[in-house]
């Protein structure tokens, strides 16, 4: 079992910035790949960016090259620095976590971040 704790939603206005952060209850180096997804009002659950042990990202094309995940193994942490916010970036943004082994993918609970003026 892996707990998830997402932080740093919040209010921004479009062009501004926010910083995600994702506390793992036990060591990311375990996992197998840690990722940010977001689901919108109505919308499906999408794939935002991830990052595996190995280091390797990806990210979905609406936000490449303003968005950047990022982890602090010795913290246990996974970050997602959000730069030049769209108003349809508002969802409630989750981390995902996949375990070496079985596979099983883990999600926190989510953090609300709102872009609007």
């Known amino acids: 079992q892996v707990q998830l704790v997402e932080s740093g939603g919040g209010l921004v206005q479009p062009g501004g910035s926010l910083s995600l952060s994702c506390v793992a209850s036990r060591s990311i180096a375990t996992m197998y790949a840690m990722g940010w997804y977001r689901q919108a009002p109505g919308k499906q659950r999408e794939q935002v960016a991830r990052i595996t042990s190995g280091g390797s990202t990806n990210y979905a094309a609406s936000v490449k090259g303003r968005f950047t995940i990022s982890r602090a193994n010795a913290k246990n942490t996974v970050y997602l620095q959000m730069n030049n916010l769209k108003p349809e970036g508002t969802a409630v943004y989750y981390c995902?976590?996949?375990?070496?082994?079985?596979?099983?993918?883990?999600w926190g609970q989510g953090t609300q971040v709102t872009v609007s003026s």
């Open positions: 995902n976590a996949v375990a070496y082994g079985d596979f099983i993918s883990y």
